[in-house]
């Protein structure tokens, strides 16, 4: 797989302006940043007996309306009872899991980097409380996982970044936090005075860097390889 050297753009000054601090932690997010969410939506394709082609396109649809990724479900199934869903799945087996296979093919090598050149690697998502185990489970080494159902909070809300800056012990400005969504991660991270980096890929990553508000990303990069040093020569 080719590494592709991040793209590094500062914002300017203003409401999103960034302080001339080193950054000290990094924080990732989950899905479609260091797990591929493929095989889990094309599982909940199968499950509902439509084509994984027929699932995407709405999906997409979905994602491009800016509406919230359960409502792909109401394309299918009229008042779609995801709760109920997610317990039919879990008790055939088929609830949602955390594999090896799942991980981008640079995530643990970018971690282990930024590990190496000293940062503190936290990872915290919206994500069940067992995608902690289970990301600890397939190898994944940070100093810190959480997740929100944990927390009892989820992005894109200030709280959820308010735990992320009360865990890492650093000020905001000394914060990165790096996801593939510009309303759940790239935004809320640069309110909260976080250094914002935009990872590009997944479907979430390359509708959303068509958008004008991609660049008030501090970074934006398209694998996180290299991103130590991307962050180091911040000005």
Same mark, same amino acid.
């Given at each position: 797989?080719?590494?592709?050297?991040?793209?590094?753009?500062?914002?300017?000054?203003?409401? /999103?302006?960034?302080?001339?601090?080193?950054?000290?932690?990094?924080?990732?997010?989950?899905?479609?940043?260091?797990?591929?969410?493929?095989?889990?939506?094309?599982?909940? $394709?199968?499950?509902?007996?439509?084509? #994984?082609? *027929? %699932? !995407?396109?709405?999906?997409?649809?979905?994602?491009?309306?800016?509406? =919230? =990724?359960?409502?792909? /479900? &109401?394309? %299918?199934?009229?008042?779609?009872?995801?709760?109920? $869903?997610?317990?039919?799945?879990?008790? *055939?087996?088929?609830?949602?899991?955390?594999?090896?296979?799942?991980?981008?093919?640079?995530?643990?090598?970018?971690? =282990?980097? +930024?590990?190496?050149?000293?940062?503190?690697?936290?990872?915290?998502?919206?994500?069940?409380?067992? $995608?902690?185990?289970? +990301?600890?489970? !397939? @190898?994944?080494?940070?100093?810190?996982?959480?997740?929100? $159902?944990?927390? @009892?909070?989820?992005?894109?809300?200030?709280? %959820?970044?308010?735990?992320?800056?009360?865990?890492?012990? !650093?000020?905001?400005?000394?914060?990165?936090?790096?996801? &593939?969504?510009?309303?759940?991660?790239?935004?809320p991270a640069r309110r909260a005075g976080m250094c914002a980096v935009f990872l590009v890929r997944g479907p979430w990553g390359f509708i959303h860097a068509? #958008?004008?508000?991609?660049?008030?990303?501090?970074?934006?990069? =398209?694998?996180?390889?290299?991103? *130590?040093?991307?962050?180091?020569?911040?000005?």
């Amino acid at each position: 797989m080719p590494q592709i050297e991040p793209s590094v753009g500062i914002v300017a000054d203003g409401q /999103f302006g960034r302080q001339q601090v080193p950054i000290k932690a990094v924080f990732f997010d989950v899905g479609e940043t260091l797990v591929d969410e493929t095989r889990q939506w094309f599982s909940w $394709a199968d499950w509902l007996g439509v084509s #994984r082609l *027929s %699932f !995407c396109a709405a999906f997409g649809a979905v994602i491009e309306r800016g509406e =919230h =990724h359960r409502r792909v /479900f &109401d394309a %299918f199934v009229p008042d779609f009872d995801l709760k109920q $869903a997610e317990a039919s799945r879990a008790a *055939s087996g088929q609830g949602y899991t955390i594999e090896p296979r799942d991980l981008y093919p640079d995530a643990l090598a970018a971690l =282990h980097e +930024l590990r190496g050149a000293g940062y503190r690697v936290g990872i915290a998502g919206n994500q069940p409380e067992e $995608a902690e185990g289970a +990301l600890k489970a !397939c @190898g994944v080494e940070a100093d810190y996982i959480a997740s929100s $159902a944990r927390w @009892g909070v989820e992005k894109p809300s200030p709280a %959820f970044f308010a735990r992320v800056i009360e865990i890492a012990g !650093c000020r905001p400005s000394e914060i990165a936090y790096v996801g &593939d969504r510009l309303d759940n991660d790239i935004l809320p991270a640069r309110r909260a005075g976080m250094c914002a980096v935009f990872l590009v890929r997944g479907p979430w990553g390359f509708i959303h860097a068509r #958008r004008l508000e991609a660049g008030q990303a501090t970074i934006t990069i =398209h694998s996180p390889i290299g991103l *130590s040093k991307a962050l180091a020569s911040l000005p």
